[in-house]
């Protein structure tokens, strides 16, 4: 299923079975028959539709919503090798590790907000009428060393713009990683018709905004002393890449 395209369903079993999976993550599959109460035939069909539209995929009795985010890239320097891939829900621990990692060191507000709202929702993607979001992460070793993040309106008015952050545990910055997170992140909205993203940070953060600028994009507008840090009043710079 395409982020672009807000689910639609058949029937009321259907309905529940999506919004629990898509609210959860993923969902055991006999986890989900049990919470909805359905009986075994009506569930079996309305899952089954539910496959058959592409909306949910069933690995090995683990249910998840079915987004089309991309393929599994890989890429060799001389000191490092890494992976570049859709996030999965299995990532969610050491995702919320490296967005903490890197918002400990620089003040990167936005970023801060996205890990409190993964540890409220416990979900890593999200796909629904009201919002949708897609993470890919970067992984050495298998650990997620790094994210890119789209947040996705699903309000008709926003559809066409979206939400970037991204970041790069320190241990792992010099290689190239961000670039290849960003990379991956616009290209994906590019691709899925977006015309503009756009990342907001503060002032104080020169690193961040010198990577987003060499990088081809631009200030926006600056809003005076929004953020509180410390004791100090700061600016907060709207940086945006439109395609």
Known sequence: METSEQPTFETEAGEEIYRFVERHGTAARHRVREVTSLPAEEFQDALEQLQERGYLEDDGGTLQVALDVGSIETYSTDDIDYTVRPAQQTDFEGLIDTIRDVTAEDTYIVAESIA?????????????????RVFFVATVDGDVVGWSHLDLPQLDKLQSTAQLTV???????????????????????????????YNSVPTTNDEAIAFLEERGWETEGVRKNHYTIGDEHVDEVMLAYTF
């Open 116 to 132: 409190e709202q993964l540890l409220y929702e416990d979900a890593v993607n999200r796909h629904n009428t009201a919002e949708s």
């Open 167 to 197: 970041g790069v545990r320190g241990e792992h910055q010099g290689h190239g990683i961000g670039t290849r997170l960003l990379e991956r992140a616009l290209d994906w909205a590019e691709a899925n018709g977006y015309r503009k993203v």
